[in-house]
């Protein structure tokens, strides 16, 4: 049992606010800090600011309880968790300066046996530098680096690795590394987790922990790298990288991951180059799987130029903005690159669609883009092109697109549609084909031998 009371956490986004929620609904006090007054204001008043499913209903709870509220300036806590972007550069460099300046804006409030928690995923050695500027800020207080287990202040590194869109199970599910500066530091940080997490808790380096986070993702990074090629190669080859995949796959020890328009979010298309940047002579593997994710968004836009139609405009519908299913999160998708990259074509009208959004991205704004529904885009395009297989694009009746040229990146239609035994729709690859009315699935798996 934890002597932990009362919990800051600094940063409200995607995962500082699903934190929040965890540590208030298990008995602690918590106050969560964004600089941002809109974020703040809408969490005072028991709402929130990110589509994640069940959130809302556990926000609005531990608010109306009195056990989280919200502000933009620090207030005395036991314990800090930072959980604020760490973004790249534009030359693909971490940017630590939010983990800094959280460290500063803390530094004020600290006291003696209080514990800090960095939860931003973070090059390996930002735990350290995050804690010389504190001691820096606070010569009055001791720290690890110098006063190991004795220290004033206790700090530790343990970073999320929950999915979107599963971020209230997997923060509870989810085992946990704790790479605390002192033994001390990682048993308070344990102690603080085990309020919510029923995972296991592994206590290592805050070295260590800090390149598990950014392996976790630069492994899965690589691996669509591979599948992302493999599609390619399929292309070359004429053949149908869904089936190779899904027959591939019966192998008891292979697994290959799903192609698509490329890797998005804030994280799987950034962690790598995290690691990249601390050792690029020996990172050939991850740095071509970030070159090869990061191309696709112009193979896609490739595969449509080459539809144009010298003699008119032709009509694109773009199904799809989110970086991945059933989210609202944008940031880095390769679908929003697709559509912005298409904007910039000749040839081109492009009627963009993303069921969880009332408004286009600020990118994507002022171009010849229009906002439309999934039914009136279909209706008017010519081609079109699905980025995210979003639940709704799912059950679209197959009879919209008789006559469209459609280019599948996800397989949604193609091939997992496809697959039912009642579809419609015949099975194909990534490439552009106009889909008949008297398609008639070709390919389908055949199933067990009885
Ligand atoms: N993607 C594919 N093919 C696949 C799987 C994913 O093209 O087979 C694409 C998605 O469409 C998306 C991107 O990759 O654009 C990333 O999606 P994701 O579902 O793989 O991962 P994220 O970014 O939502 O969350 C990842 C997770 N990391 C791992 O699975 C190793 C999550 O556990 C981390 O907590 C999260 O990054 C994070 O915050 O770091």
């Given at each position: 049992?934890?002597?932990?009371?009362?919990?800051?956490?600094?940063?409200?986004?995607?995962?500082g606010?699903?934190?929040?929620?965890?540590?208030?609904?298990?008995?602690?006090?918590?106050?969560?800090?964004?600089?941002?007054?809109?974020?703040?204001?809408?969490?005072?008043?028991?709402e929130?600011h990110?589509?994640?499913?069940?959130?809302?209903?556990?926000?609005?709870?531990?608010?109306?309880i009195?056990?989280?509220?919200?502000?933009?300036?620090?207030e005395?806590?036991?314990?800090?968790?930072?959980?604020?972007?760490?973004?790249?550069?534009?030359?693909?460099?971490?940017d630590?300066?939010?983990v800094?300046a959280a460290?500063?804006?803390?530094?004020?409030v600290?006291?003696?046996?209080d514990?800090?928690?960095?939860?931003s995923?973070?090059?390996?050695?930002?735990t350290?530098?995050?804690t010389?500027?504190?001691?820096?800020?606070?010569?009055?207080?001791?720290?690890?680096l110098?006063?190991?287990?004795?220290?004033?202040v206790?700090?530790?590194?343990?970073?999320?690795?929950v999915?979107?869109?599963?971020?209230?199970?997997?923060?509870?599910?989810?085992?946990?590394?704790?790479?605390?500066?002192?033994?001390a530091?990682?048993e308070?940080?344990?102690?603080?987790?085990?309020?919510?997490?029923?995972?296991?808790?592994?206590?290592?380096?805050?070295?260590?922990?800090?390149?598990?986070?950014?392996?976790?993702?630069?492994?899965?990074?690589?691996?669509?790298?591979f599948?992302?090629?493999?599609?390619?190669?399929?292309?070359?080859?004429?053949l149908n990288?869904?089936e190779v995949?899904?027959?591939?796959?019966r192998?008891?020890?292979?697994?290959?991951?799903?192609?698509?328009?490329?890797?998005?979010?804030h994280?799987?298309?950034?962690?790598?180059?995290?690691?990249?940047?601390?050792?690029?002579?020996v990172?050939?593997?991850?740095?071509?799987?970030?070159?090869?994710?990061?191309a696709?968004?112009?193979?896609?836009?490739a595969d449509?130029?080459?539809l144009?139609?010298?003699?008119?405009?032709?009509?694109?519908?773009?199904?799809?903005?989110?970086?991945?299913?059933?989210i609202?999160?944008?940031?880095?998708?390769?679908?929003?690159?697709?559509v912005?990259?298409?904007?910039?074509?000749?040839?081109?009208?492009?009627?963009a669609?993303?069921p969880?959004?009332?408004?286009?991205?600020?990118?994507?704004?002022?171009?010849?883009?229009?906002?439309?529904d999934a039914?009136?885009?279909?209706?008017?395009?010519?081609i079109?092109?699905?980025?995210?297989?979003?639940?709704?694009?799912?059950?679209?009746?197959?009879?919209a697109?008789?006559g469209?040229?459609?280019i599948?990146?996800?397989?949604l239609?193609t091939w997992?549609?496809a697959?039912r035994?009642?579809s419609?729709?015949?099975?194909?690859?990534?490439?552009a084909h106009?889909?008949?009315?008297?398609d008639?699935?070709?390919?389908?798996l055949?199933?067990?031998?009885?």
């Amino acid at each position: 049992m934890s002597d932990i009371r009362t919990v800051s956490v600094i940063g409200m986004g995607y995962i500082g606010l699903p934190t929040c929620a965890m540590f208030a609904s298990r008995g602690l006090k918590v106050v969560g800090i964004d600089v941002n007054q809109h974020i703040v204001d809408k969490v005072n008043r028991g709402e929130i600011h990110i589509v994640e499913p069940e959130l809302d209903d556990l926000i609005r709870r531990v608010v109306e309880i009195g056990a989280l509220r919200a502000a933009t300036k620090p207030e005395p806590a036991d314990a800090f968790v930072i959980a604020v972007p760490t973004p790249l550069s534009e030359d693909h460099r971490p940017d630590v300066t939010y983990v800094l300046a959280a460290a500063r804006s803390i530094a004020p409030v600290l006291k003696r046996g209080d514990l800090v928690v960095l939860e931003s995923t973070s090059p390996v050695g930002t735990t350290r530098e995050m804690t010389v500027e504190l001691g820096r800020l606070r010569p009055d207080l001791s720290f690890p680096l110098t006063a190991g287990e004795h220290a004033d202040v206790m700090v530790a590194y343990s970073p999320e690795r929950v999915l979107p869109g599963k971020v209230l199970h997997e923060l509870v599910s989810n085992d946990r590394s704790i790479g605390g500066l002192s033994r001390a530091a990682s048993e308070r940080a344990a102690a603080l987790y085990r309020s919510f997490v029923k995972g296991e808790l592994f206590i290592t380096s805050a070295e260590t922990a800090e390149l598990v986070k950014l392996t976790e993702n630069a492994f899965r990074d690589v691996n669509i790298g591979f599948a992302n090629e493999l599609s390619n190669v399929c292309n070359v080859l004429g053949l149908n990288v869904w089936e190779v995949i899904e027959l591939a796959n019966r192998h008891p020890r292979v697994n290959i991951l799903q192609p698509g328009p490329g890797v998005g979010g804030h994280c799987i298309a950034v962690d790598p180059y995290f690691i990249i940047d601390a050792a690029p002579e020996v990172t050939p593997l991850m740095a071509a799987a970030r070159k090869v994710n990061s191309a696709r968004p112009h193979q896609v836009v490739a595969d449509i130029v080459a539809l144009r139609d010298p003699t008119r405009t032709l009509k694109v519908a773009a199904l799809g903005l989110a970086f991945k299913p059933n989210i609202d999160d944008l940031r880095e998708s390769p679908a929003v690159e697709v559509v912005k990259l298409l904007s910039e074509t000749e040839g081109f009208d492009v009627l963009a669609v993303e069921p969880h959004a009332h408004a286009l991205p600020a990118d994507l704004e002022g171009r010849r883009i229009q906002l439309t529904d999934a039914l009136s885009a279909i209706d008017q395009a010519d081609i079109i092109v699905l980025l995210v297989d979003h639940r709704q694009f799912n059950l679209i009746d197959p009879a919209a697109l008789d006559g469209k040229v459609l280019i599948d990146t996800r397989g949604l239609w193609t091939w997992r549609r496809a697959q039912r035994p009642d579809s419609r729709l015949a099975a194909r690859s990534a490439t552009a084909h106009k889909v008949e009315k008297a398609d008639k699935p070709a390919l389908r798996l055949a199933g067990r031998a009885a």
